[in-house]
């Protein structure tokens, strides 16, 4: 297996993590932009997300291979007998789940990734949460905007880096892809070491400003010109989406 490539994102780029408009989707406002005084809050909630922050991620190639163990206690109840599994150099990860298999498709080849904001960022809005519930939501809304600035981030380094025609990542837990693989895929990718990602016994990332998954490499069908990152034309689930539709910049 190649090596893991880790990025700890240098402090020049943080402002890039910053997107007002996004965390006022995460806020509910659909394509509005909140009133006056809540955006003089986001920009001050902002400057003290940016001195709390601590980006970096980590991601490797992965052969995908067939994995046809049988199931005979899930017979008759729709799971599927032959699923495919991510191959870290050797040791293999199964994934189930309809959802990854339509995003990884039939290639041969995948990249598992993983990001995170940092612990301090949890510590800062546990503050806030004592203090007071407003900030402590608009500063949430940040974070989660921050998160998915920097899956952008991560996926063009990936496909800077690799040479591959890469589309989005795809997250542990998203649809029915089951949060119970986290600790072997961390343990795996080597996610603790590499950027200090654990899990608690629920399956929740810890830090949780964190995501893994997979990125799929396209197949050259002219699947998805667009580049969306995981949003709107792209995503096969856009159309009931309340978080992003109707959010995209690119009109797709």
């Given at each position: 297996m190649e090596a893991?490539?880790?990025?700890?994102?240098?402090?020049?780029?943080?402002?890039?993590?910053?997107?007002?408009?996004?965390?006022?989707?995460?806020l509910g406002y659909g394509e509005q932009m909140p009133d006056s005084g809540t955006e003089r809050e986001l920009h001050r909630l902002a400057d003290a997300l940016l001195d709390v922050i601590k980006p970096r991620y980590l991601f490797?190639?992965?052969?995908?291979?067939?994995?046809?163990?049988?199931?005979?206690?899930?017979?008759?109840?729709?799971?599927?007998?032959?699923?495919?599994?991510?191959?870290?150099?050797?040791?293999c990860l199964r994934l189930p789940g309809d959802a990854i298999h339509a995003h990884l498709g039939r290639a041969g080849l995948a990249v598992a990734a993983c990001l995170t904001l940092g612990g301090q960022v949890d510590a800062w809005i546990d503050k806030l949460q004592k203090e007071s519930m407003l900030d402590a939501l608009l500063a949430d809304a940040l974070a989660n905007a921050a998160v998915e600035r920097l899956r952008i981030h991560l996926e063009q380094e990936a496909r800077d880096v690799l040479g591959l025609d890469l589309g989005w990542l795809f997250g542990i837990g998203?649809?029915?892809?089951?949060?119970?693989?986290?600790?072997?895929?961390?343990?795996?990718?080597?996610?603790?070491?590499?950027?200090?990602?654990?899990?608690?016994?629920?399956?929740?990332?810890?830090?949780?400003?964190?995501?893994?998954?997979f990125i799929n490499v396209r197949d050259g069908a002219g699947n998805g010109e667009k580049h969306c990152n995981g949003r709107c034309g792209m995503c096969p689930r856009h159309e009931e989406c309340r978080f992003f539709r109707g959010s995209c910049s690119k009109n797709c």
């Amino acid at each position: 297996m190649e090596a893991a490539r880790i990025v700890w994102v240098g402090r020049q780029e943080y402002k890039s993590l910053v997107d007002y408009r996004e965390a006022s989707v995460f806020l509910g406002y659909g394509e509005q932009m909140p009133d006056s005084g809540t955006e003089r809050e986001l920009h001050r909630l902002a400057d003290a997300l940016l001195d709390v922050i601590k980006p970096r991620y980590l991601f490797v190639p992965v052969r995908l291979v067939q994995d046809c163990v049988k199931r005979p206690e899930a017979a008759g109840q729709g799971d599927p007998t032959v699923h495919i599994a991510a191959d870290f150099g050797g040791q293999c990860l199964r994934l189930p789940g309809d959802a990854i298999h339509a995003h990884l498709g039939r290639a041969g080849l995948a990249v598992a990734a993983c990001l995170t904001l940092g612990g301090q960022v949890d510590a800062w809005i546990d503050k806030l949460q004592k203090e007071s519930m407003l900030d402590a939501l608009l500063a949430d809304a940040l974070a989660n905007a921050a998160v998915e600035r920097l899956r952008i981030h991560l996926e063009q380094e990936a496909r800077d880096v690799l040479g591959l025609d890469l589309g989005w990542l795809f997250g542990i837990g998203y649809e029915d892809f089951p949060l119970v693989l986290q600790p072997d895929f961390l343990r795996l990718a080597g996610a603790g070491e590499g950027i200090g990602l654990s899990v608690n016994t629920k399956g929740i990332l810890i830090p949780l400003k964190s995501v893994t998954g997979f990125i799929n490499v396209r197949d050259g069908a002219g699947n998805g010109e667009k580049h969306c990152n995981g949003r709107c034309g792209m995503c096969p689930r856009h159309e009931e989406c309340r978080f992003f539709r109707g959010s995209c910049s690119k009109n797709c």
